[in-house]
């Protein structure tokens, strides 16, 4: 029989992936007790993972209604892509800096694989879990917890709003290039190089995200 420990956390991966992946929409409301049941999890658990939901904003926490997930308005994702193009060099660099084991690099490569084999297949949903994958290694490794904490939950208003426009936009074929060369600057141990490129990348995609909200009209995600 599981503890009450370990249901919570069951609870909270289980909502919170089903939020990522958008199968618990914006602007979602339901009570604990319609939680409890769809996850045949009991109230508790159930109530304190939304507590933990709700200190990530992902939802907020209504008094006798349950829990609304939060949309992701353009000022927001103004505000999350502007910080992640200034902590992800950050924390690109310092693990360049910091250095990574040959089994490391190893798993980031074999994630960098994933997301061109996903790309050649043309399966989306792969590469957006290969893409996220790849970025969660990185934190993984990361010495500094309290920024891999920060960009933790930047990446994950950022991967649910990759997941609300990854059919909008053409097949990521550079993007997966620059992770393939994300390893091999990581290997290298080029701090400057890495943190240029990791720039880059994430300017490219708030750009090409920005350009979809626009000519979708789309004010709320």
């Known amino acids: ?3 009450r420990a370990s249901l919570t956390e069951s609870a909270y991966n289980r ?31 159930i109530h304190e993972a939304l507590v933990r939901l709700a200190q990530e ?20 994702l103004r505000d999350i892509y502007g910080l992640l193009i200034v902590l992800e060099p950050e ?10 084991s040959s089994e490391q690099i190893a798993q980031l490569r074999a994630a960098a694989d994933a997301m061109r084999d996903a790309v050649a297949s043309g399966d989306l949903d ?3 879990a290969a893409d996220n994958g790849f970025h969660r290694l990185q934190l ?7 920024l891999a904490d920060i960009i933790g939950l930047l990446l994950d208003q950022a991967h649910r709003v990759r997941m ?51 000519r979708y009209d789309l004010k709320y995600l």
């Not at 926490?61 to 949309?71: E, F, I, T």
């Open 57 to 76: 904003r992902l939802i907020e926490v209504k008094p006798r209604r349950g829990m609304r997930v939060l949309p992701i308005s353009v000022d927001d």
């Open 15 to 45: 909502i919170k992936s089903e939020i990522m992946e958008n199968r618990i929409p914006s602007g979602f409301q339901c009570t604990e007790t319609e939680l409890a049941e769809r996850f045949d999890i009991s109230r508790t658990p």
């Open 140 to 146: 993984a490794y990361l010495r500094n917890r309290r």
């Open 164 to 214: 609300f426009t990854l059919r909008f936009r053409a097949l990521p074929v550079r993007s997966t290039e620059e992770h393939a060369e994300m390893v091999s600057l990581l290997e290298e141990g080029d701090a400057e190089g890495l943190a240029s490129l990791f720039r880059r990348h994430r300017e490219t995609a708030a750009r090409e995200l920005f350009e979809i909200l626009e």
């Open 91 to 100: 924390c690109a660099s310092t693990l360049a800096r910091q250095g990574l």
């Open 1 to 3: 029989m599981q503890d």
């Open 126 to 128: 792969a590469w957006a």
